[in-house]
């Protein structure tokens, strides 16, 4: 971005709330703010919609990780001289992704790089009863998107195998995994819950039950293993190893796994012709923040794109928020700011800022006490699974190495969701993890279960490692180390074509001096940052309904939620 | 379409339906108007094609439009372009009557009366039924007409086997795909298909695939149904066999003139008294069959062929079709002793109800001796009165027990060539029982509970022939007591079921019930139903006091009983004695102390297993000369059920019928009469 476009003024200079980066919690700010009549400035610097939520071209998701990868360049001069009653506190750019690996294995996929949509926070999906759908739908938004079903969830195990999930009384009936027993126990427990959510008096769980740990309950009703496992990790999504406390940091409780169940339980069959329990969108994830922003601009919201922001303003007697500079110069005010989680500011070099700034500027710091996630995206040429295209594998935590502590989760998507060139796969893999290595160690263990790496890049592999641009970044110790189990026996393993492995920090939202959205989290889907996004909007507009029911001719549009087969 | 709760009409509704039933009669009055003056003009037929739009269920409108097509392809200018597009209106008016009301039984035929004119393309007709049967997959008009198609379209079986398993797969709670299932595997049994040949190959893979249903949720009772099919696939044989006959192979049989017993010397013979010199041969089979004739079954007494021998079957209704056939041979009182050989089905011709074949023709071979009449005696017998008292079973029962098992085993017949071959029938029942048995750990099912029962009495059944024990009878006892407290709603069921079995093990125990080769006491067993005639057919006198009989089918097979005791039981109808008629032996019956008349309906009419099987009356007005005394047309039942017995002795006190204009009547119904509640007569 260093030849940045002559930027045209923006007209009025003052509005209700300044908005920066498209992420989808900005995006959906933007959307209620200017729902409730506030006037609203949607800024991003990027040239697309979407920030850390967006789906981009092959070419230009490694520059797009990598801008955000470095630390902050030290602010440019202070002009701090300036006439105004304002003091300019400069933005920065907080590092966000580290550990970025490359890999091209195929060179011609560069020239295509348009065709690739690819999501920058993956793998997520929509459950279709989750809340992401019922604030599509509440809010017509869902009338800019176009969907299609995921078709089904598989266990994976460290030979490769892929074991689909009884998720309903059809898949029940129809595995072949499981046994008559457990097919019965599974059932009886489904049925258990389905009487406890539909209010039936004598299958009520217990109030003790529900506040007991998920697995303690799950052990209580006698289930086996594997389907235990099912249900905590390909269901009810856990994402820590709910049957080791030392390491569970997030440990289910029965009401919360309930809650998932029932989640998933009302998502599949909802739409009549979506076969599995999730949807996901054609084009890409970044469509949503995309289609936010369209229902933010019929509500007269104004964007700018391409528009960096390079300082706060703030009064320099009391220390409030006033405005931002433009990368323009042009000054622009506002009550209100959301900021992306991109940014942070600083403090002029030598100048100290006013004192009542000074006693706000502590809690100006983004938080990131929930660790990192690590991700892979990789595209290759033939389907994990030979009959069937669009499906999501979770591998719990221990399934393929004694200390992986985290569920595993891979989406793949295929060209029919216009993610990529005909005929290609998108995987996208991610685990949460304490640090990069650990990180790249599970993404790993889930390539080199399923993937075949190409060896001819090992030349490239030891020039490039070391650089961390594009090339080869499998390391040869892990994948001989993983791989080494006798599984290579059977189908041909897709080839790996190109892939990308970053790690991303994840901090929260936050509701401060400024309001600052959060990254993506780590869970499959949009429900929590929907939460968040809704605490961040009533704690700026308390007065304010966050998209009210309106008169909306098409509220029950289910045909448009639904994807089209 | 399924478990949607009806909700009571709004006002508006109602506006609304009355409305529609103002259009209606007008749109009906015209359409009438037209019809009866056959004017099958376009805007005639249209209107009728509006009538049905709105009420698919008018059977005269499919009717006028099946005139009006008729009367347009014989119209001379029709060419087989005008032909096709008028059929093709017809099935565009079906298929908008259908969406209207997609249970329409006028539209469906319609539909297929379309097709039979040919013209159509029968693959266009697949599609709408994938479509309809998305909508309502359990639909039985849509799988009903979807056999015709495919039967139509010579659709080959594995194809619409594979059609019904994606249906299944899709949702399991499917009756409508289960039947078609098992409709589709019979048919291809029967042509013995590629893949199909072989029952025991088809049927383990059935097994495997229902358990998946029935395990994943056995509330669900579709699975069940099939289940049950598949049970009756394994059990039942194909062909009909003989499961025993009287008299047994092997065995003597000792006829007395009369009621004089004093064979003692030629235990552990049969004896049986017989007046007129002829005896019954009866042949019980395992299933109903017809064709039992002179021709089928042959009988040699000595160098006599009886080929004029009658032989009749033996059930409640009228029908050709029996498990039970009789015939009585009369033996010339000069040969004093001969031998019988009877052969069943060395001539082709015995055919079950499922039109199978019997196949292994066997061959029975008995002795018969006449013990010359002693007719000072007679006198006595008519004079005496007898009873089953205790006395009298003591007196019959000087056998010793050995004999008597040795002569009882006799009645079975073996069929080795048929049990090797069943060998996969035996494995079938064993895997079944041990699915089951892990299923009721898991769960507590009564449906469950009655599969296992039913299953462990099909296994019993089928090894009896080599073991002497049932060995299951306790568990069975057990899971239908069980039955019986968990589920009232079908206490009598389970009842009647435990009846049966419990008179299994009752004979099957070598206990003193059986007090000589003639008589079986059976009293004071809490029976509710009488079951396992087969093994019964040699008794004479049966005590089946002091149980709760409510129906005594199936009794006519004992062709040999002469004495009857019903005390103390449940009936409650004269109808219900109705197989006591095809008894001719039968000359003491006691049937005091029951319910009958305390019911002002009878109730067994509605019971018996079809109702179009009842026959009662049915031959009245035929052979009867239509009597005058008012007291027989009152009491028609009793003519009916009593005018063919030939009793001597009647006890029918403690029924609130039996009062004394009835007994004058019962007096004037059967003039051979002795005794009646312990009064001789005059």
Known sequence: MDDIPPYPPIDPTTFDLIVIGTGLPESIIAAAASTASKSVLHLDPNPFYGSHFSSLPLADLPSFLSSHSTSPSPPRSPSSDDPNEFSLLEFATRPLYSSIDISTFSPNLDQHSRKFNLDVAGPRVLFCADKSIELLLRTGTNQYMEFKSVDATFVGDNKGNLWSVPDSRAAIFKDKSLGLVEKNKLMRFFKLVQGHLAGEQDVKISEEDLQSPFVDFLNKMGLPPKIKSFILYAIAMADYDQEDTGVCRDLLKTKDGIDQLALYNASIGRFQNASGAFLYPIYGQGELSQAFCRRAAVKGCLYVLRMPVTALLVDKDTGCYKGVRLASGQDIFSQKLILDPTFKVTLPLGSSPPLPLKEKLPFFSLKDDKGKIARGICITKTSLKPDISNFLVVYPPRSLFPEQVTSIRLLQIASNLAVCLPGMFVLYISALCNDDDQGKKLIHAVMNTLLTVPLDSESNAAVQSETAEIGSAVQDETSESSSGGPSDSGEEKPTLLWSALYSQELTLGQVDFICSTPMPDGKLNYNDLIDTTFKIFQEIYPEEEFFPETSLENPEVDGDASPET | ?682
């Open chain 2, 1 to 682: 379409m399924h478990g949607r709760p009806r909700k009571a009409p709004k006002p508006e509704d109602e506006a609304a339906s009355s409305a529609k039933a103002q259009k209606l009669r007008a749109l009906q009055t015209q359409f009438f108007s037209f019809h009866h003056n056959k004017i099958y003009t376009k805007e005639a037929v249209e209107l009728s094609a509006k009538l049905l739009e709105i009420n698919p269920e008018s059977y005269t409108a499919w009717n006028y439009r099946k005139l009006a097509v008729e009367h347009y392809l014989n119209l001379p200018d029709c060419n087989p372009d005008s032909i096709k597009s008028v059929l093709d209106d017809e099935l565009r008016v079906v298929e908008n009557a259908l969406r209207q009301n997609f249970k329409s039984y006028g539209a469906w035929h319609h539909r297929k009366w379309v097709l039979s004119k040919g013209h159509s393309s029968i693959d266009n007709e697949l599609r709408l039924l994938d479509k309809f049967q998305k909508a309502d997959s359990r639909n039985f008009h849509a799988w009903n007409y979807r056999r015709f198609v495919a039967e139509s379209m010579k659709r080959s079986e594995q194809d619409e086997l594979k059609y019904t398993e994606d249906m299944i797969y899709a949702n399991f709670s499917n009756y409508s795909a289960w039947h078609n299932r098992s409709v589709l595997l019979s048919a291809l049994f029967d042509k013995k298909a590629e893949g199909f040949l072989l029952k025991e190959k088809v049927l383990p893979e059935e097994y495997e695939f229902i358990h998946q249903a029935i395990f994943t949720d056995p509330d669900d009772q579709s699975g069940w149904f099939y289940h049950l099919w598949l049970l009756d696939q394994t059990v039942t044989t194909d062909s009909p066999l003989l499961a025993s006959s009287w008299p047994g192979h092997g065995s003597d049989v000792l006829l007395v003139g009369d009621r004089c017993y004093n064979g003692s010397a030629f235990s552990p013979f049969s004896a049986l008294h017989s007046d007129s010199g002829s005896f019954p041969i009866v042949l019980y089979f395992n299933q109903p069959v017809r064709g039992v004739n002179s021709s089928t079954v042959t009988v040699e007494c000595g160098f006599n062929k009886n080929e004029d021998l009658l032989w009749k079957p033996l059930s409640a209704s009228n029908s050709q079709t029996a498990r039970v056939w009789v015939a009585h041979l009369k033996v010339s009182s000069s040969d004093l002793h001969s031998t019988v050989e009877v052969s069943v089905g060395h001539t082709k011709g015995i055919i079950s109800t499922r039109g199978f074949e019997y196949s292994h023709p066997s061959m029975l071979s008995f002795k018969v001796h006449v013990q010359p009449m002693e007719r000072d005696s007679s006198q006595v017998s008519v004079a005496e009165s007898i009873s089953l008292r205790e006395e009298n079973f003591k007196v019959y029962g000087k056998q010793s027990e050995e004999s008597i098992i040795d002569s009882f085993d006799q009645l079975i017949i073996k069929n080795g060539h048929e049990t090797t071959a069943s060998n996969w029938r035996f494995e079938a029942l064993a895997k079944e029982i041990e699915c089951f048995r892990e299923l009721l750990s898991l769960v507590d099912c009564k449906i469950g509970k009655l599969t296992l029962a039913r299953l462990l009495k099909a296994y019993d059944a089928m090894s009896y022939p080599f073991a002497n024990k049932l060995v299951h009878s306790e568990e069975v006892l057990e899971l239908y007591s069980d039955l019986m407290k968990l589920d009232r709603t079908h206490y009598q069921f389970y009842k009647d079921e435990r009846s049966i079995v419990l008179l299994q093990k009752y004979k099957d125990s070598v206990s003193s019930a059986i007090c000589g080769p003639i008589c079986l006491r059976l009293n004071n067993l809490s029976l509710s139903r009488m079951g396992a005639f087969e093994k019964l057919l040699w008794v004479q006198m049966l005590d089946l006091s002091h149980n709760e009989l409510q129906s005594i089918e199936g009794l006519e097979a004992m062709q040999l009983l002469s004495c009857l005791s019903l005390r103390n039981n449940k009936l409650r109808s004269l109808t219900a004695l109705e197989p006591l008629r095809k008894l001719k032996l039968l000359r003491i019956l006691d049937i005091s102390y029951n319910q009958i008349g305390d019911h002002s309906i009878d109730t067994t009419r509605y019971v018996c297993s079809s109702p179009l099987s009842h026959s009662v009356g049915s031959e009245l007005n035929r052979d009867e000369t239509v009597t005058s005394d008012v007291a027989l047309i009152n009491n028609w039942e009793a003519f009916y059920i009593f005018k063919d017995f030939n009793l001597n002795q009647l006890d029918i006190v403690g029924n609130t019928i039996a009062d004394e204009k009835f007994k004058s009547v019962l007096v004037k119904i059967m003039p051979k009469l002795k005794q009646l509640d312990g009064k001789l007569l005059d």
